[in-house]
């Protein structure tokens, strides 16, 4: 047996012990926050086969997922043979969300545990099923990431954490040798990282930013395994984040399609590039937050 296929194996047996000491049950449904992405992705495909018959991805739906990741998740639930369910969340109401003052992830994230919440207990209320386990894609990484308050969101809502002792490089690893599609796509956070902190956290903001990456990655012709990110920033300005060694011949292309016009129906001050950088926009604000309920 290979490394990866004993990583793979001791990883679902910890999921399945910390079931049974979650609950002794059999009337029981594991449920995996899932966005498409490469960590979610993993927990659903390692869930699904700890529990091939009682597990289940929820993805939330609002303005701040673009529409290419609520495809790509469809897509991706399908090759693992898990069923998906879309939810309906409201982080778009919360006053502290829209205000984007650090805050945004922590509400985003309790938004979506809140509804799955009520999915649980309409479920149980309406089934056999008694016990239900969330699971998040949370990797050793986002644990040491100052700018991940939606972590404490899911401390709030017990979520379990499979992943938590695998870096980013060893969760991309284990999905390829598990031949999940999307083992080598780029990141692709919510539409709100990128907004500059400060520049509120409205439909119309959220949808600018989308249209403009995709205009942006169908010109320079970018395989979803680059990075991209448009960020609108303070004064409506739009900075172009893609990978540094494309920097210099990105701009003329950019401008030969008329970057400026089409930034400017979309709603954009002005635009720029620079290299991209994970979390360019993010601040830390962790201490402003208190954990309402912990394991």
Request: proline share 4%.
């Amino acid at each position: 047996m290979s490394r990866l296929s004993k990583l793979t194996d001791s990883i679902i047996h910890s999921i399945k012990a910390s079931a049974r000491q979650a609950s002794s049950s059999q009337a029981a449904q594991h449920i995996t926050a899932f966005s498409g992405g490469v960590d979610s992705s993993l927990t659903l495909a390692l869930v699904n086969r700890a529990f091939p018959k009682s597990s289940l991805g929820v993805i939330g739906v609002s303005p701040s997922l673009p529409e290419s990741q609520l495809e790509l998740a469809r897509r991706v639930a399908s090759h693992i043979n898990a069923p998906l369910t879309e939810v309906t969340t409201n982080e778009g109401t919360v006053p502290d969300y829209i205000e984007n003052k650090g805050q945004a992830c922590f509400h985003c994230k309790t938004a979506l545990y809140s509804t799955l919440q009520s999915v649980i207990d309409y479920s149980s209320s309406q089934s056999h099923v008694n016990h239900v386990t969330l699971y998040n894609g949370t990797n050793k990484d986002d644990k040491s990431d100052p700018t991940r308050v939606g972590l404490l969101a899911a401390a709030n809502f017990n979520v379990m954490s499979p992943l938590s002792s695998l870096k980013k490089s060893e969760v991309r690893e284990l999905a390829k040798h598990l031949g999940l599609p999307n083992h080598d796509y780029a990141a692709s956070p919510c539409l709100r990282s990128r907004l500059a902190f400060g520049v509120e956290a409205t439909s119309e903001h959220l949808k600018r930013v989308e249209k403009a990456e995709n205009f942006v990655r169908r010109t320079l012709n970018l395989p979803p395994q680059s990075d991209l990110r448009v960020r609108l920033l303070s004064g409506g300005k739009g900075m172009i984040e893609i990978e540094r060694s494309k920097l210099h011949e990105s701009k003329p292309v950019l401008e030969e399609h008329d970057i400026q016009n089409k930034f400017s129906e979309l709603g954009f001050s002005t635009w720029d590039l620079r290299a991209f950088k994970s979390g360019a926009e993010a601040v830390i604000v962790k201490d402003q937050i208190e954990i309402t309920q912990t394991k």
